[in-house]
C-alpha cells in the first residue's frame, strides 16, 4: 500500500507545477484570446529554459554566475531583439501576438542552446 501513496505523492507534485492551457487557446475568436494563449505557452517555454540553466549550472558549478550574467544578458537581447522584429506593425493590435510568438520561438532556441552544454 506504500506504494500507491508515493506515487499519488509524486503525482501530484507534478500537478501543481504543470500548467493547464487556457480555454482561449482552444477559440482564439480575438486578439486578447491570442494574447492570453501566447502569454500561456511563453510562461511554458521560460519555464523550460529556467530548466535547461539550472542544467547548465549544475554541470559547471563554478560558473554558475556565468550563466546568470549570460541569461539576464540573453532576456534584454531577446525582448529588444523580439520588440524591432514587429515595429513594423505599428502598434497595430497584432504587434502584441507577434512579439509574443518571437519571444517564445526566441526561448525556445535557448532552451535549446543551454540543452546542449554537455555535462561534467
Known amino acids: 500500500m506504500r506504494i500507491p501513496v508515493m506515487f499519488a505523492a509524486v503525482l501530484a507534485a507534478g500537478q501543481a507545477t504543470a ?25 511554458e517555454a521560460e519555464r523550460e529554459l529556467a530548466l535547461a540553466a539550472d ?32 515595429a513594423w506593425d505599428d502598434g497595430g493590435t497584432i504587434a502584441p501576438v507577434n512579439a509574443l510568438s518571437c519571444k517564445i520561438e526566441e526561448t525556445k532556441r535557448r532552451t535549446a542552446e543551454l540543452s546542449g552544454v554537455p555535462n561534467r
Not at 20 to 35: N, R, V, Y
Not at 64 to 72: L, M, P, S, T
Open 19 to 43: 500548467q493547464t492551457e487556457p480555454a482561449a487557446c482552444i477559440t482564439q475568436k480575438t486578439t486578447l484570446e491570442m494574447i492570453e494563449c501566447q502569454q500561456f505557452w511563453l510562461a
Open 55 to 86: 542544467d547548465a549550472r549544475a554541470a559547471f558549478p563554478k560558473y554558475a554566475f556565468n550563466v546568470d550574467i549570460a541569461q539576464e544578458n540573453w532576456f534584454r537581447y531577446r525582448d529588444a531583439q523580439c520588440h524591432f522584429m514587429v
